[in-house]
């Protein structure tokens, strides 16, 4: 799709990000929690992983929103090659090869 780009994360694309991810958390389906964190914890977690150079990746669409992400979270006190690893799209960009060309990129991230 050419109206899809992915790209790193970055701060002008966290308010459309957390949308998403409340869409997706309210779906029930594929994330633990049914809603999304606070904005401003969710821009905390985000602003907090690209200082630490954590893998972290928005699918954003033609209009500049981002409809999708995954990123690796490290876990504290554990083996610094493992992390959680959170990721979602937006219902109506599933089934187009998105989701494993998101986690490609923030595989290949990881490995750097």
């Not at 200082?51 to 033609?62: E, H, L």
């Not at 690796?72 to 187009?96: C, K, S, V």
Request: proline share 4%.
């Amino acid at each position: 799709m050419n109206d899809i780009t992915i790209l790193p994360a970055e701060e002008k694309y966290i308010e459309s990000h957390w949308k998403n991810l409340d869409r997706v958390a309210r779906e029930a389906k594929y994330l633990a929690a049914t809603r999304a964190f606070p904005l401003e914890e969710t821009r905390a977690f985000i602003l907090s992983g690209i200082q630490q150079g954590r893998p972290a990746f928005f699918v954003v669409n033609a209009e500049g929103k981002a409809v999708g992400w995954a990123d690796i979270a490290r876990r504290e006190h554990a083996d610094p090659r493992t992390g959680f690893l959170g990721m979602g799209l937006a219902p109506e960009y599933r089934g187009q090869g998105l989701g494993k060309q998101l986690l490609l990129a923030t595989l290949a991230c990881a490995r750097e």
